[in-house]
């Protein structure tokens, strides 16, 4: 029980702080769905997943209306599973990727939204395109290549480090190419910053965070 109080604490703590255009997606992976629920009661309703396995296991014992969406690196095998009824897809990493979501909205005739995961970090370790191949990505799909998606907008992540500089300089490069894109056709959301450092994300103009350990507590590695 002193863990659910602690997490409806954390919770409004953190979603009372946000500012009214950014929105909060909290990441509930590894945590169980009673601890989503209780966030669920306090009015939270776009969380987000990043394992297939994980997210199946979980969306039949929750309430339909979450918006769930995946921020996860995805294998275009297990699509499938989750084309019926994810909101965004935050992690397309590849054309591959791209392709075969736009197969598997058209199969279950929707519209699936996604946003370009971008590789910002130092780090060889993070999945996500290449600027370049974002732009080219991006100039694909107006040119009508993926017509059963909606690209709406950037993901990345930071570097994993103490140094505000870094991180900032970081997020700067996906805020500078938000913002080039937008040109081209309006983005709606720039997706950056986890537990660690949302509020610089904030600061470098991010309209969403990904949260998970500061409000559900800390998780084993994964
Ligand atoms: C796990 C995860 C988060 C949340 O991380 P926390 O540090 O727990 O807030 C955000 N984004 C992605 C892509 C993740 O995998």
């Known amino acids: 029980m002193q863990e659910f109080s602690n997490i409806a604490e954390n919770y409004q ?13 909290t990441v509930s992976k590894t945590h169980p769905v009673e601890s989503i629920k209780k966030v669920y009661d306090l009015g939270q309703r776009v969380f987000g997943e990043n394992r297939v396995q994980e997210l199946i296991e979980k ?7 979450i918006q769930w969406h995946l921020i996860g690196h995805l294998q275009t095998n297990k699509l499938k599973y989750i084309a019926p009824f994810i ?29 370009l995961q971008v590789k910002i970090a130092e780090e060889d370790t993070k999945y ?31 570097t994993f480090t103490d140094n505000k500089q870094q ?21 709606e959301t720039l997706s950056l910053g986890m537990s660690g450092d949302y509020e610089i994300a904030i600061e470098c103009g991010a309209n969403s965070v990904r949260i998970g350990s500061a409000i559900f507590g800390a998780r084993d590695s994964q």
Request: aromatic content about 4%; charged content about 25%; proline content about 4%.
């Open 128 to 158: 996500g395109l290449e600027i370049n191949e974002t732009k080219e990505l991006y100039l694909e799909y107006l040119n009508g290549k993926f017509p059963n998606v909606s690209i709406v907008g950037l993901m990345g992540m930071a």
């Open 87 to 115: 909101d965004t897809i935050q992690s397309v990493d590849s054309e591959k990727i791209l392709l075969e979501i736009d197969r598997q909205a058209k199969n279950n005739e929707r519209n699936i939204k996604v946003l």
């Open 167 to 187: 991180v900032t300089k970081e997020f700067n490069v996906l805020k500078q190419l938000f913002g080039q894109l937008s040109q081209k056709q309006k983005l």
């Open 59 to 65: 969306h039949p014992k929750l309430p339909s209306d």
């Open 13 to 25: 703590l953190i979603n009372s702080s946000l500012p009214s255009n950014v929105q909060l997606v």
